[in-house]
């Protein structure tokens, strides 16, 4: 069979379009830049980590042939999210994209590591505030700066990224190890991702008719080098048996940005392997 010249795939062209990614530099981050730069788009790899962002931005522009632009951002901080968007206006003066991905994860942030032992009773304020001015407040601050280009452009897309914890409560048996102190999912992750949901519906509704789209993309689990047992207790609770792989997240993503999911708005697309299901 020989394909014609146009058909459905080519909505998922991104050629000379600007994709903003927060927290770009991380697990999941990183694989939207390479996804959505392979799909054409110049990536901007805003990220907490800037010497992370620049580096990765230098790889995805090898890789792609399409220049990417790596900006340390603290997306908590009105002034440097009202910076990204200026440096990112001055280098290609249009914004087409936003992907909110940026947020607070003791698992995959060392630094905030020791979280994962604090009992809900226990949990340290500070701890709280910390996480929901990341995982909302940034998102909230992202939204608001660019939202003026893409009003005038009369065209954009904002995806936000929750997480199934932000649907169901998380299983915290996953967490326990025989032997070892207790460990639970912080309550600040499952609040701010049910947050992200309420927020993409808000911004859906308020952005009618502005040729303004806003979705939101809910992952189960990664995979990211976890360890046996807790992949083994993971994979028994999903459709699939198993844990997703980083690319399969990202393909959803595109999904979302591309002119693919023209009909859609203030929807969640749920990718978990059925966790949700059952």
């Known amino acids: 069979m020989t394909l014609k010249a146009e058909g459905p795939w080519v909505k998922f062209d991104l050629s000379n379009l ?9 697990l999941l981050g990183t694989e939207y830049c390479h996804t959505l730069s392979k799909a054409g788009a110049h990536v901007i790899v805003a990220d907490i980590d800037g010497q992370g962002a620049i580096g990765l931005a230098q790889a995805v522009t090898e890789c792609s042939g399409v220049e990417a632009l790596g900006l340390q951002t603290d997306i908590s901080q009105p002034d440097s999210v009202r910076a990204m968007v200026e440096t990112t206006l001055e280098r290609f003066e249009r914004i ?10 003791p698992k995959f942030d060392q630094e905030h590591a020791g979280q994962h032992l604090n009992r809900f009773e226990d949990f ?4 709280w505030q910390e996480a929901l001015a990341v995982n909302v407040t940034g998102m909230f601050l992202c939204a608001q700066a660019v939202a003026p280009i893409m009003l005038e452009a ?10 199934t914890y932000g649907m169901v409560g998380p299983d915290q048996r996953l967490y326990q190890r025989e032997g070892q102190p207790p460990a639970y999912k912080p309550v600040t992750y499952t609040v701010s991702k049910a947050a992200v949901l309420g927020m993409t519906r808000y911004l859906a509704t308020y952005f009618a008719n502005t040729g303004i789209r ?18 083994r207790r993971y994979s028994a609770k999903t459709v699939l048996g198993r844990m997703a792989e980083a690319d399969e997240v990202a393909s959803a993503l595109l999904f979302l940005v591309s002119e693919a999911s023209s009909y859609m708005t203030g929807a969640n697309l ?6 949700t299901a059952w």
Do not use: C, K, M, R
């Open 154 to 163: 009369e065209q954009g897309v904002i995806v936000n990224i929750s997480s």
């Open 18 to 26: 600007v994709a903003i990614i927060t927290g770009g530099a991380g």
């Open 96 to 105: 087409d994209i936003l992907v909110n991905n940026a947020a607070l994860d």
């Open 124 to 127: 340290p304020f500070d701890a």
């Open 270 to 275: 749920v990718v978990d392997g059925g966790w």
């Open 214 to 231: 806003v979705n939101a993309l809910s992952p189960g689990g990664v995979f990211a080098d976890h360890d046996d047992e807790f992949v």
